[in-house]
């Protein structure tokens, strides 16, 4: 089994041109998980990525049928994902971090403040992408997250910027 490599981005709003930047300094990688606000994008997405995506809806995504939440599991590590406004992620991530612990999740992955974050929090490791298309984080720069999950089952992520 080799190392998986999933790339983690969040809050598009229908703006794909730095999706498009990603997915050629990236690839090849195996898997996309989307934490929302496509706002109903999502197949134009799965068709810029080429390979398997996970989107949960988020508060731009009003007539989706995504769900709001979702547990998957990739080589062993469970996961958690939502948009993160209906856990209160900008006052904290306790409410968060007690759904993915509750779920029996290692990593609780969230969008929607459009800032990249990644911490360990109560045995949860938490992160968030940032906004691929509408950064708020100071500087301004587009991010997104790179899932790495390696044969023994280690697994980090990192965040990283598009530099424009």
């Known amino acids: 089994m080799k190392t998986k490599k999933i790339l983690l981005i969040s809050d598009t709003h229908g703006f794909h041109e730095n999706l498009k930047e990603v997915v050629r300094l990236e690839a090849p990688f195996d898997r996309v998980l989307h ?53 209160y992620v900008t006052t904290g991530m306790d409410v968060l971090r007690d759904q993915a612990a509750a779920c029996g999740c290692q990593i609780a992955l969230f969008g929607h403040t459009h800032r990249p974050l990644v911490e360990q929090c109560g045995g949860v490791l938490i992160a968030n992408p940032g906004s691929i298309s509408r950064p708020r984080q100071p500087g301004y720069e587009p991010s997104y997250g790179v899932l790495s999950i390696d044969e023994t089952g280690l697994y980090r992520i990192d965040i990283k910027f598009l530099k424009k």
């Open 35 to 87: 934490m929302g606000d496509t706002e109903g994008w999502d197949p134009i997405i799965e068709e810029i990525v080429g390979v398997p995506v996970e989107i949960v809806a988020g508060n731009c995504d009003w007539a989706s049928a995504l769900p709001s939440e979702m547990a998957i599991t990739i080589s062993g590590i469970h996961i958690f994902m939502t948009h993160g406004h209906e856990y």
